[in-house]
């Protein structure tokens, strides 16, 4: 479903992509179109897309043809999102550990939904970081 996605070729376009949005949340995958979790990702961020447009802008950026935020942004696993607004970086706290990004494809379109719904309005509050709708701690308990 990347296919579907907007693809950013090079570090310049994702400068500009987080700098031209005004309105917005800048939503971006980081990762390979071919990785199984960035294929579950990406279609719930094809599907979603549109009933977000109001609220957020979604790009798709591959790791290896982009290498140039890989360090600076840590982008050590194989799928990461990550959300920007006015020039920003944007974390949530998913209960994790780890608020910079979102680091396992969620398969609930709705989920996805909640989480950029509770970006865009904590960013438009001035917030840094946000909590997440759902606590996902638990989620893989041994």
């Known amino acids: 479903m990347a296919y579907l996605l907007p693809h950013l070729e090079n570090g310049w376009e994702v400068d500009q992509a987080i700098l031209a949005e005004e309105e917005r ?10 990785d199984k979790d960035c294929m579950v990702m990406d279609e719930v961020l094809s599907k979603t897309a549109e009933k977000l447009k109001n ?5 798709v950026v591959d790791i290896t043809e982009v290498p140039d935020f890989n ?23 998913f209960g994790t550990g780890n608020n910079t990004k ?13 989480v950029v719904e ?3 309005r904590g960013a438009r509050k001035g917030k840094g970081l946000v909590e997440s709708p759902k606590d996902y701690s ?3 308990r041994y």
């Open 118 to 120: 509770t970006v865009f």
């Open 138 to 140: 638990t989620k893989f």
């Open 102 to 114: 979102l680091n396992w494809p969620l398969t609930d379109k709705q989920e996805f939904i909640d």
């Open 55 to 59: 609220m957020a802008v979604v790009y």
């Open 25 to 34: 949340v800048v939503v971006m995958r980081f990762g390979h179109d071919w």
């Open 71 to 93: 360090e600076m942004y840590e982008l050590y696993d194989p799928m990461s999102v990550m959300f920007f607004y006015r020039n920003k970086h944007i974390m949530v706290d």
